[in-house]
């Protein structure tokens, strides 16, 4: 990831910004692989749905408004990227197209 020839700039900043996105990814996976092997996770989820079940019928459409809403943006992202992509004719910067 990093060679001898770095400077200042923004690679540097998207490398070092990358280290702990990757540890904070491994500490997640982590936590998440130990709750749920030892059983805690779905302790957790029981007692969660079963104290919001009087609420799920008045947030329904509102998760279901919120998840159309998210899917259009993330479509139309998605979208305008491959465009660019194309209209272009090359591929974006390298450390951007690793991230997507």
């Given at each position: 990831m990093f060679d001898r020839r770095e400077t200042l700039g923004a690679d540097?900043?998207?490398k070092l910004a990358m280290i702990p996105a990757v540890v904070?990814?491994?500490?997640?996976q982590t936590a998440y692989y130990v709750a749920s092997h030892t059983g805690s996770l779905d302790r957790v989820l029981r007692q969660a749905s079963s104290s919001v079940d009087h609420l799920s019928t008045r947030?329904?459409?509102r998760a279901k408004v919120a998840t159309?809403?998210?899917w259009i943006f993330a479509a139309v992202n998605?979208?305008?990227y491959a465009y660019q992509v194309f209209a272009s004719g090359s591929p974006l910067h390298t450390t951007l197209v690793s991230l997507f």
């Open positions: 540097l900043f998207i904070l990814n491994v500490v997640f947030y329904a459409w159309i809403v998210c998605t979208s305008y």
